[in-house]
């Protein structure tokens, strides 16, 4: 009796082709949101991206370019084109010409007064003209002093004039100043972000060495920072518009009404979010770098974390000094024009 054995194929799929297969899988039309579901679902399998040469895949900075730096510069955008004309400044501004015109006002009634004695002298057949302070002048005397009065009046007129302008001009650079500084700010939060991609990835080399993948660390961080903390970003983004630029929102009681206690939670809040923020990245970026996350992931023993926290923050400074020059720049400018 013969037996015929049946022998049993397996197809046995490289890593490249499951992370093809994966992408296939994903639903819906935008390619952003379908790289996002996958770069979170599929943290292992992200070291195959560049050798999968998936079409719609978008590499990791363009990736966090269009998704989180291009959505910023939007919002600031829309920010500086809403605050530009609105605030303190503009209020003060508005007061200013209310004052202007009351004193425009004023000296014309001063001026008219003294045309108007100076038609009644003309007018007058007496020998002299005795003026309130009971002096006696001639008609060519008392003449001159109110022809005076109405230079004085014009003079002092055009002294306030130019003063109002040099307020004023003042006033604008001061807004437009503060507009860009408080627009700009949040464009630099994002910008920090993807730049402190590379200080990041050195950081982690020089702690990992022994680990291959973390030559990708900066790539993986990147892909993470969009994937993972997108919507904890833009969310973070729309707080600092709000905080920084609510008086042009309207909102400067509601800032004010928080009192120093109240302005103090606030931003150790949204710092609290940030740093919540990078602990999710953080769990990501130990799955794509293959290496054990630590049993305390809170902790000072998360060097992802920490190195994350100090590569933003060191970026960031740089950038905001930066923004901050531009503004006074603008500021010093604008006022000399």
């Known amino acids: 009796m013969e037996y015929q054995a049946e022998q049993e194929f397996i197809e046995v799929r490289s890593p490249i082709d499951r992370f093809k297969e994966l992408w296939g899988q994903q639903s819906g039309p935008i390619n952003f949101l379908r790289q996002c579901n996958l770069v979170v679902q599929n943290a292992e399998l992200l070291q195959y991206a560049e050798f999968a040469r998936i079409r719609g895949w ?47 006002k004023r000296q014309q009634e001063v001026r008219d007064a003294a045309q108007a004695e100076i038609t009644r002298v003309e007018k ?31 003079k002092s007129e055009q002294e306030y004039k130019y003063k109002s302008a040099l307020r004023e001009r003042e006033l604008h650079a001061t807004a437009d100043a503060l507009a860009l500084a408080h627009s700009g ?10 730049f402190a991609a590379q200080i990041f990835q050195v950081a982690v080399q ?33 707080l600092l518009h709000l905080a920084l630029s609510g008086v042009s929102y309207g909102m400067g009681g509601f800032f004010e009404n928080l009192g120093p206690l109240g302005a103090i939670v606030f931003w150790l809040g949204l710092y609290a979010l940030l740093v919540y923020t990078f602990y999710l990245i953080s769990q990501d970026l130990y799955r794509a770098l293959h290496m054990r996350a630590p049993v305390q992931a809170a902790s000072p023993e998360n060097r992802l974390l920490l190195h994350m926290h100090n590569s933003f923050w060191i970026v960031f400074a740089v950038f905001e000094v930066a923004l901050l020059g531009l503004s006074y720049g603008c500021y010093l400018l604008e006022r000399s024009i």
């Open 124 to 154: 007058s057949k007496a020998p002299g003209i005795k003026l309130e302070a009971g002096v006696v002048l001639s008609h060519e005397d008392a003449i001159k002093q109110h022809n005076s009065i109405i230079e004085d009046s014009l």
């Open 58 to 104: 978008t590499q990791p900075l363009m990736f966090a370019l269009q998704g989180l730096v291009l959505t910023a510069f939007l919002m600031s955008a829309m920010n500086l084109w809403l605050t530009r004309d609105r605030g303190k400044q503009i209020d003060q501004i508005a007061a200013l010409h209310v004052d202007l015109q009351a004193e425009i």
């Open 185 to 194: 700010t949040p464009l630099i939060f994002a910008l920090a972000l993807l």
């Open 206 to 238: 020089k702690d990992y060495r022994k680990f291959n993948l973390t030559k990708h660390a900066g790539d993986f961080y990147l892909y993470f920072v969009v994937g993972r903390g997108l919507w904890y970003v833009l969310g973070m983004i729309a």
